[in-house]
């Protein structure tokens, strides 16, 4: 199982010295990396902030930089935060189980859905 995913921003974190920095991994989140960050007093009193605190856990590796903290992923240009954004929601997105089935008529093999709520 894969648990942590290489990414390139789009624009690129510039720091105080002026240098860019680009390549970077996130790793998949944990039930208890949302509940702390919805504990951060920066969370509780400007509920935007929650996408920062997040991202700031879940990224492991930023080209150059020791350590990634709120401060940091403050400063990515957006379209570098919307990258992230996007590149969060689809790693950590739970996609509905599937199971392989035969066609009666056929007889050729499908992977088919499973409903377990009967809606739809």
Known sequence: MITEYEFELPRGYVDSNGDVHKRGKMRLATAGDEISATRDPRVLSNPSY???????????EL????TIVP????RFFTADLAFLQ???Q?????????????????G????VPIN???EG
Do not use: Q, S, W
Not at 108 to 111: G, K, Q, V, Y
């Open 116 to 118: 377990f709520t009967r």
């Open 50 to 60: 929650l996408t920062v605190v997040v991202l700031a856990k879940v990224i492991t």
């Open 71 to 74: 401060n940091i992923v403050e």
């Open 90 to 106: 689809r790693i950590n997105d739970i996609e509905p189980p599937t199971m392989k089935v035969v066609c009666p008529k056929c």
């Open 63 to 66: 080209e150059g930089m020791p």
């Open 86 to 88: 996007d590149m969060y």
């Open 108 to 111: 050729e093999i499908h992977e």
